[in-house]
């Protein structure tokens, strides 16, 4: 943590994953995994850790949920055909310029596009962070499977509020009582 600016000191990007009605509304924990990848969102924002979307076929699938992407209207998003999100045009290029270091994962769905681009991160030497409460699939067993063998390849899997109250690592974080107000909020 930069102590002058209270700023991490290494880029990070928030990766929301596919999160389109299409796949939605198939989820069982369709609320619970939109509220927390709000909740990841608005942190982020008020971190000034910056966030990017992705889309799996667009044209057919939908676009992003409207209520996401209105938290972070200004933030890219990447149409893909592969299933990581890392092979989307134009990922490796926004990842590169921004110097990113590490990845924070949410979106869905875990055993495919998470999965995928959790690995592509981790073996491009990106830090890889996935919020496992900002994440669903259909059967969450096969989730559940997929997160163990993601932590077991060196990723780190832990809840959204765990990792944003590690980047403000201290009480005395200029953005700390308004994170407290975003906890309470999110629930």
């Known amino acids: 943590m930069n102590e002058e600016s209270g700023q991490p000191t290494r880029k990070i990007v928030l990766l929301v994953l ?8 198939v989820m069982p924990e369709r609320e619970q ?3 927390r990848c709000s909740f990841a969102i608005s942190a982020a924002r008020l971190l000034g850790i910056d966030v990017a979307f992705t889309e799996q076929m667009p044209d057919k699938l939908g676009p992003t949920l409207p209520e996401l992407r209105a938290l972070a209207p200004e933030a890219p998003v990447f149409p893909k055909h592969a ?3 890392l092979d989307a045009d134009g990922m490796e290029a926004y990842l590169s310029e921004g110097e990113t270091e590490g990845l924070l994962i949410a979106g869905l769905e ?3 596009c998470v999965y995928q681009t959790a690995l592509a991160a981790h073996n491009q030497n990106l830090v890889v962070t996935l919020l496992s409460d900002a994440l669903t699939c259909r059967r969450a067993g096969d989730g559940g499977t997929v997160l163990k063998a993601l ?8 809840p959204t509020e765990t990792i944003f109250y590690s980047l403000l690592a201290d009480a005395r974080h200029p953005a700390f009582r308004a994170y407290t107000q975003l906890v309470k909020k999110y629930g």
């Open 151 to 158: 932590r077991h390849s060196g990723c780190h899997v832990l």
């Open 18 to 25: 596919d999160m389109q009605e299409t796949f939605l509304k």
């Open 33 to 35: 995994v939109v509220g």
């Open 110 to 112: 875990t055993p495919v």
């Open 83 to 85: 299933f990581s999100g």
